[in-house]
Structures are given as C-alpha cells and as structure tokens.
C-alpha cells in the first residue's frame, strides 16, 4: 500500500511539475519560438528561397524539406530542457523543490515530460505549415501520425542528452551556445535539405554518419511506402540506447546538484 502511495505520489508530483513548466513556456513568449516560428519561419524561408534551385520548384522540394525541417525543429525543441533545468539550477528554484513534500526525481521528471508535449506542438506546428504550402503525402493520415510519433520520441530521446549538458555546464547561456551549435551541424550535415548524392565525397561521408540522416530517411521512405521500414526500426532502437544510456547519467548529475 505504502509502494502504491509513494508512486502515486511522484506521478502527481510529475505533473504538478510539469503543468509549472508548461506554464512557463506560455508566460514567455520567448520559449514559443523554437516550436513555432521557427518552424513556419524555415519552412517558409526554405521552400521559397532554394525549392526552385534544388528541386525545381516549391512543391516539388516539400517532400524533401517537410521531414528535414521536421526534425531539425525536433532538435531545436530538444535543447531548450537543458537551458530550463539549468536556469533553474542558476535561480535556486530546484532547492527549493528539494526542501518541499515531495517526489525528489519530479522536478526533472517534469521538465522532460513538458518537453514531450513542446515536441507534439513543434510537429503539428511542421506539419501543418508544410500541407499549407503545398505538401501532399501520398500515404494516409495513420502514418502521418506514425512519423510524428516516430519524430517526437526521437526529439524526446535527445532531450536527455541536453538536460545532462544543463545539469553539467555553468550558465544558461553556455548551454543554449552549445545546443545551438549542436542543432546546427546535425541538422545541415544531413540530408535534411538537400539529397546526398549532391554533396562532396567527404561531406557525405559525415552526412552518413549523422544519425538525423537516418531519422530523417526513414520518416521520407514511411511516407513513400506507406509502411513500416527497416530504417524505422533503427531509429527506434537508436532513440532506446540514447535513453539506456544518458536517462541514468541525467539522474546521477541531477542528485548531484
């Protein structure tokens, strides 16, 4: 019974917590960019800047730049738990927490589970401006919903890389210097927004090392095929592994703190 309680307890401590940074987000409009206006912004900016270079036109280019733009936007929605947590870290609001009646994981558990919900808004956000431009795939609205899932839980995985670099850096600003530099080489040395036979051998070489490159493939080829892919799969057991792995390190630097 006393088990039962104590897990009630941090479920509700959880929410609590994150309810407290879903707040925060809508408090400041600042924390809305990364999930939605960049999207409409590179969406926008992508299509009709470079679609008839590469693509000869805009329509021709949103399959394309619809997933590239997808999962850059999951990237970018990513790194912003780590900036939170260690803003919070910087104002004293987490000991805080650690002096109240409540669950010790809840703060972090809270900020990762806000997050989840800050990627579902980033995809629909995505999504939406690419059919409104123009974008029309060719497989039914379930696997529309299967990449989406697939792109928010690849986003989610890679949070807890950020919230580990939160946990760990010195400043707010540090963090938000490193995420970005991060977002912007996983995402441009990929084939995010340009196919791969189009660049130099050694650029290709890194593209095809880029684990976006394959998130990114096998959401093109879900919505080509209409089915599940091997490349799917692992995507899939990728986003495990990055949470077997940095989910106990993210714990570890947070009882640290």
Sequence with gaps: ????????????????????????????PDNFMDVVIQPVLFMLM?????????AGGVKAYLPTIVPGILIQTMLSAGTGSGAQIREDLDSG?????????MAHIAPLAGQLFADSLRLLIATVTSLTTGYLMGW?????????????????????????????????????????????????????MSNAF??????????????NLNPVT????????????????????????FDLVVVAVFAPLTVWAYDRN
């Design 194 to 207: 340009v196919p791969l036979h189009s660049l130099t051998k050694p650029l290709r070489f890194i593209a």
């Design 93 to 101: 609001v987490f000991d805080r927490f650690k002096s109240l009646p």
């Design 1 to 28: 019974m006393e088990v039962q309680m104590h897990k009630g307890n941090v479920v509700m401590n959880t929410a609590t917590m994150a309810y407290r940074n879903l707040l925060k987000t809508v408090h400041n």
């Design 46 to 54: 992508f299509g009709y800047l470079f679609g008839g270079a590469i």
């Design 136 to 188: 029309r795939p060719a497989v039914g609205f379930g696997w529309i919903v299967v990449i989406g899932l697939l792109a928010i839980f690849t986003g989610w995985a890679l949070s807890w890389i950020f919230a580990l670099l939160g946990l760990l850096a010195k400043s707010a600003a540090a963090v938000q210097s490193v995420s970005l530099m991060t977002m912007l080489v996983l995402s441009f």
């Design 214 to 237: 394959y998130v990114i493939t096998a959401i093109r080829q879900i919505l080509a095929t209409g089915g599940w892919t091997h490349e799917a799969l692992l995507v899939v057991v």
